[in-house]
């Protein structure tokens, strides 16, 4: 009988062309938007166990004693960072939970996403993609992707990359410190603005709100705020609240806190 054969790199290449497909269609049909993210995120995966696997064939497995079920996408990364110690900078270790995340929302939860942050989400991926295997594999994108799909996908990430270049020439024209903008929550780019209480999207136009933590006084979001005491207004990020929780040894001014947290 005949087979049909595909190594981790090849696998990954069919579905990242299956993926530009799918994002090219969505130009007309938006819903194949889903099934272009969900194939893009797949070949992402495959790509990082194609390079742990060419450090050592067991380490595409979770157990690597077992050899039953390979790693997940956040477990590959994480293992080709501690035992291939492959740098990923911030940045690219947000593409991974962002990439994750949206994969978990489409397939097990309910799905609503504007147009303008799903291309958003999915050049940024593809840039991760492209970084990657250039730099693991020395092989160039474009190399490997047919032709006529590249020239028609190419012009979905330049709709984005034109989106922040007008949202930086605005930056500068409207004289926007840069300690001001910040990754914006929807469309994933360092396009919001808080100054002089803009608190706006430049690129996909996301009207939200942003405060200084109290203990660390770093701006977040308001969402990613919370109160350490429901008779109390001050409000901590996550980080903060941890700390806080294993502290012992308070200053006077927020000791009542932890009293819960014992």
């Known amino acids: 009988m005949s087979k049909i054969n595909f190594t981790l790199l090849e696998n990954s290449y069919n579905f990242l062309n299956f993926s530009l497909l799918q994002a090219i269609e969505a130009e007309v049909n938006p819903e194949k938007w889903k099934y272009a993210i969900l194939h893009l995120v797949q070949a992402i995966e495959l790509i990082l166990k194609e390079r742990l696997k060419r450090e050592h ?114 930056f500068k024209s409207e004289n926007i410190i840069v300690d001001y903008i910040f990754e914006c929550p929807r469309c994933h780019q360092y396009s919001f603005v808080i100054q002089n209480q803009i608190n706006t999207c430049y690129v996909c136009g996301h009207e939200d709100r942003m405060e200084k933590c109290y203990w660390c006084e770093k701006y977040r979001f308001i969402d990613d705020l919370f109160l350490l005491h429901e008779n109390d207004d001050k409000q901590y990020c996550e980080d903060c609240i941890l700390e806080l929780k294993n502290r012992r040894n308070l200053d006077d001014d927020i000791g009542y806190y932890t009293m819960d947290f014992q």
Do not use: C, M
Not at 71 to 83: H, M, N, T
Not at 91 to 100: E, F, G, P, R, V
Not at 133 to 157: G, R
């Open 57 to 170: 064939p067991s380490l595409i497995f979770r157990d690597v004693d077992k050899q039953k079920e390979t790693v997940s996408l956040e477990f590959a990364a994480s293992r080709l960072q501690k035992i291939s110690k492959i740098e990923f900078d911030k940045s690219d270790l947000d593409t991974i939970w962002l990439a994750t995340s949206f994969r978990n929302q489409i397939v097990h939860f309910e799905f609503s996403i504007e147009i303008v942050e799903i291309k958003s989400v999915y050049s940024k991926l593809i840039g991760f993609f492209q970084s990657f295997l250039l730099k693991e594999f020395k092989i160039s994108l474009d190399t490997i992707i047919n032709k006529e799909i590249w020239l028609q996908a190419i012009k979905i990430i330049d709709y984005v990359n034109e989106l922040l270049k007008r949202a930086k020439d605005q």
